[in-house]
């Protein structure tokens, strides 16, 4: 016959000390993975307040280097398409201007086909995304910027239709693409004329503008379809491709401000770099915890368990005649 043992006191004593074990297991099983005192409160004492200075600085570094990340990409998609459209609108004004000063209506021709080739490429790099961000569509991010550019050379066309002279075309043109209220604003351009992104260009840049409406203009001096005006006032054409020299210079003076944002932007990673460094090693001091002695001492644990276990279970099967031997 079975009988209650004895030493049920002992027994209750070593469930309680098991479970002990296993938490303790299961903190130094933590700690030997993470590197750090699973109970911070605890092991820090009145130096928690340190610690979590720490730790809070750490995650603003973390914080503030996804935010440069971004914007360091926003940046570069953004000088991808500007130095795109520099290489693709650069020497088209010299090839007009050599195939006016020779007369030849061939090359002329080829200059401008040329141009509307370039004013296409153009328009398709600065419709350029970052996500589902439109980059040069200033805050209107949603909204495609730029449609097909041969809505802008009718426009253009039209322009050159209805003026009576080169000075009225002139002063057309400046309306159409520099007022707020002109037909590149209302009826091209499909973004903002502001961007809250400091960081930002938008399709009423200067320098955006300057090359684009030089390559509409010289798109349409094609011999063999341009309008009577432009056709009859070969001065048009050369102011255009003139004004192309300046908008690329001014284009690339653009992209160089962007290129210091790029290198303040590297410099402040740096920064982030050395501070990140000083608070993960402050950090650490407070709540590391060595892997090495949290191994060991979790070996020790669980042969402590195992052998309350096995005692444990020698106490639970003690019977009155064990007892007495």
């Not at 720490?54 to 995650?59: G, T």
């Not at 949603?142 to 002279?165: C, K, M």
């Not at 020299?245 to 050395?274: N, P």
């Amino acid at each position: 016959m079975r009988i209650p043992p004895p030493n049920s006191l002992i027994s209750a004593h070593f469930s309680q000390n098991i479970m002990e074990l296993r938490q303790n297991i299961a903190r130094t099983a933590e700690e030997a993975t993470t590197g750090r005192h699973s109970d911070l409160a605890a092991h820090l004492s009145g130096r928690v307040g340190t610690a979590m200075i720490s730790q809070k600085a750490l995650e603003d570094i973390g914080f503030q280097r996804e935010q440069l990340s971004q914007r360091e990409a926003r940046l570069d998609v953004a000088q991808r398409s500007m130095t795109l459209m520099h290489d693709r609108a650069l020497g088209i004004d010299i090839k007009m201007q050599q195939s006016l000063g020779f007369g030849d209506f061939v090359s002329q021709g080829l200059a401008a086909r040329d141009a509307r080739a370039a004013l296409t490429d153009v328009f398709s790099a600065l419709n350029v995304r970052f996500g589902e961000r439109y980059l040069f569509a200033g805050d209107a991010t949603a909204t495609q910027p730029f449609p097909n550019p041969d809505e802008l050379l009718a426009g253009i066309r039209q322009i050159a239709d209805a003026s009576a002279s080169p000075a009225a075309f002139t002063a057309s043109l400046d309306t159409y693409f520099n007022t707020p209220g002109g037909g590149w604003q209302q009826n091209i351009y499909g973004g903002t004329a502001t961007a809250s992104d400091p960081d930002g260009v938008t399709g009423a840049d200067p320098a955006l503008i300057a090359v684009i409406s030089s390559l509409a203009v010289l798109a349409l001096a094609d011999p063999a379809d341009s309008p009577l005006l432009i056709s009859q006032n070969p001065g048009l054409v050369v102011t255009a491709a003139q004004q192309l020299t300046s908008g690329l210079t001014s284009l690339t003076s653009l992209r160089a401000d962007r290129g210091v944002a790029q290198e303040q932007i590297a410099i402040r990673q740096e920064s982030l770099d050395i501070e990140e460094t000083i608070f993960t090693s402050a950090f650490n001091a407070l709540t590391a915890r060595d892997q090495f002695e949290a191994a060991s001492a979790l070996k020790r644990l669980e042969s402590t368990l195992e052998a309350s276990y096995l005692l444990t279970s020698r106490l639970a099967n003690l019977s009155l005649l064990n007892f007495l031997r």
